[in-house]
């Protein structure tokens, strides 16, 4: 059964845009899967691709990219992404991650940002599981899979969510970082920032992260045009055996 959620990005193209803008425009993330390995020439599937905001720029140096994503909304916006910046090796695909559509060992690298990956089964998501499976299938040995999700024990982003729903994370954090460390997965922490030309723009883009009656609250609970946000790198490395190394 498909993990799937509503997320408002998918409807407002404009505003999701601006929200990718603005997350980690250090790229820190890139910088922490490059010291894995090299992601030019390799061949990458992004699994739950959203707009392609990232895997399209992998692609300017990858060999290639194929961009998985289920929802509707999202297709369109890849599709819309790819017309106006066409790039032969990047393949966009309708599919999801528990029936990955290519062969076996075909993958250097395997992404996913905030998307199915989520960890044990919570209130709104199920277990991961079968899409982890499928992965393993899809990477060749010695190949990376990157897990990006947010960390809900530390950062302001983390604050931001105890705030809007009126409950510690911490425990919940420690539920997800065990669930994919018993699977050979290891966990890096990355601080990044939500960083605007002004603060107009976070307002806006935080409309697609909380509850809007809360988005006030949150406004007041930083100064400036930035905020830290940290994310969750969960790394397997396929060997032979299935094991992590």
Known sequence: MPNLYF??????????ELQNELIDPERKIEKVMEEFCDFESSVIVDVGAGSGFH?????STASMVYAVEPDSGMLKQLISRQARDFRSNFCVVKGFAEDLPFKSDLADIVHARLAYFFGPPMKYTESCEEGIVEVKRVLKTDGYFFN???NYSSGQYAEFLELSYGRDLKNLQKEISDYFVSRGFLERVVRTEWRANNRGEIEKALTLEFPIEKVGQIMKAFS???FSHDFSIFVFRKRIS????
């Open 7 to 16: 997320y408002a990005g998918s409807t407002n193209p404009e505003l999701y």
């Open 55 to 59: 895997s399209h720029m992998y692609a």
């Open 148 to 150: 990006i999700q947010n």
């Open 224 to 226: 400036g045009n930035e």
């Open 242 to 245: 299935g094991e992590n190394g």
